[in-house]
């Protein structure tokens, strides 16, 4: 048990830079995204047809954008890896707290004096 108390800090640590670096991903795929669906969303504002907008309506507007991101294969794929790595912080998370329980636990064991085994 003192070995496991002496060795979970560091994978606890390790676990959280862990979560940083997917946090990071996230961060940097959403701004690239976003970043596409600004310009995208200039261009569609500023389309007209025979004098009048082309998409008349918020509705319209980003039925567009939506076409036009299902056809940009690089987008989509983005976005499918932004779902991943979403996926994968959320199990992290889960995983940093179950060594952060379990870590507790051993040392409320210890406390009692049962940190033997």
Do not use: H
Request: hydrophobic letters at 40%.
């Amino acid at each position: 048990m003192k070995n496991k108390l002496m060795e979970l800090p560091e994978a606890i640590k390790t676990k959280r830079n862990q979560l940083l670096s997917t946090a990071e991903i996230i961060e940097s795929t959403a701004v690239e995204i976003k970043k596409w669906e600004t310009f995208e969303m200039d261009i569609i504002l500023n389309a007209f047809e025979g004098g009048k907008p082309a998409f008349s309506n918020a509705e319209k507007r980003q039925a567009e954008l939506l076409r036009r991101k299902a056809e940009n294969g690089k987008i989509s794929g983005m976005e499918k890896e932004l779902q991943t790595f979403r996926k994968a912080y959320e199990q992290e998370k889960v995983e940093l707290q179950y060594m952060i329980d379990v870590q507790e636990n051993y040392r409320a064991i210890a406390r009692l004096g049962g940190g033997e085994a």
